[in-house]
């Protein structure tokens, strides 16, 4: 999944830098500029004591304690489960947090917050992050496809654990076998049938509104491999080889649009950019 670095953090510091012009941030500018060019040098030890002063000199500036948590943020080591690396998360979070406080709809704030938790292993907590997201920018297809994209890792995670305990032997975590017992077959369907749902119904959004997101197609199709294993009863064959075909159609699909993707990149670079019609 290419969502480590959720915004651009460094473009978006230099923005706010650039439009926050209220009296108590005039105090602690020098501190900010500091902060912001020792955050573009990776300095993130003395970035962080720069944007520290800058929140002492002005507490009530939201925009000096987002630049210290997307400090933080940056650090944040992803699937690290240890002490310090949880600690840091922690404090970004609360500094995102301590925006959201005055600004609830900032989308920095809750997209990083989202992003952090989904690098911890918080999926539910970094789902409920994207749709407030979704709430307060609707029309933006990622936060649809991180969603999309969490309940397929929280299915997936128990479709292994489900089809492990029934002793079937599994290829790239799936077996889409109709062997499994029907103790198995019915933990899926009670487990995952959800999550399944929703997760087809967020991609959908995130490819209506971008036609081009190959990668929402791509979990669109892994997405329709986890419900083929959850197709239990009379008509499960059926049901299975009419969801398996739907995964491949997306799969062929997702593989052409990243191909078409990469061609348009290549002609805008080419031509500076500007695509030539």
Same mark, same amino acid.
């Given at each position: 999944m290419k969502l480590n670095a959720r915004i651009p953090l460094? /473009?978006? &510091?230099?923005? &706010?830098?650039?439009t926050s012009t209220g009296c108590d941030f005039l105090k602690s500018r020098d501190q900010l500029t500091k902060g /912001?060019?020792?955050?573009?040098?990776?300095?993130?030890?003395?970035?962080t004591n720069y944007f520290q002063n800058a929140v002492r000199l002005d507490p009530k500036n939201d925009t000096a *304690? &987002?630049? &210290?948590a997307t400090t933080y943020a940056s650090q944040v080591v992803p699937n690290l489960m240890t002490p310090d690396n949880l600690a840091i998360a922690q404090k970004a979070i609360d500094g995102f947090n301590e925006v959201l406080a005055t600004k609830p709809t900032?989308?920095?704030?809750? *997209?990083? $917050?989202? +992003? $952090?938790?989904?690098? $911890?292993q918080k999926f539910d907590l970094a789902k409920q992050y994207e749709l407030k997201v979704i709430a307060a920018a609707p029309n933006e297809p990622e936060a649809y496809y991180i969603v999309g994209y969490v309940d397929w890792t929280l299915a997936y995670k128990n479709a292994l654990?489900?089809?492990a305990t029934d002793g079937l032997p599994t290829v790239n975590g799936l077996t889409g076998d109709p062997k499994k017992s029907k103790g198995a077959c019915q933990k899926l369907m009670e487990q995952n049938t959800?999550? /399944? +749902?929703?997760?087809?119904?967020?991609?959908? *959004?995130? /490819?209506d509104l971008n036609p081009n997101?190959?990668?929402?197609?791509s979990y669109i199709s892994l997405e329709y491999r986890l419900k083929a294993e959850n197709e239990c009863g009379s008509d499960?064959?059926?049901?299975? *080889?009419?969801?398996?075909?739907?995964?491949?159609?997306w799969g062929n699909k997702s593989m052409g649009t990243r191909k078409a993707n990469e061609i348009e990149k290549e002609k805008k670079a080419a031509t500076g950019g500007v695509t030539v019609q």
């Open positions: 460094l /473009v978006a &510091l230099t923005v &706010l830098l650039g /912001v060019q020792a955050f573009k040098n990776a300095q993130y030890e003395e970035a *304690k &987002l630049y &210290l900032d989308l920095t704030a809750l *997209k990083q $917050i989202a +992003s $952090i938790d989904r690098n $911890i654990a489900i089809l959800d999550l /399944v +749902s929703e997760g087809l119904q967020y991609l959908d *959004k995130a /490819v997101y190959d990668d929402a197609m499960a064959d059926t049901a299975r *080889k009419a969801d398996l075909a739907l995964a491949d159609q």
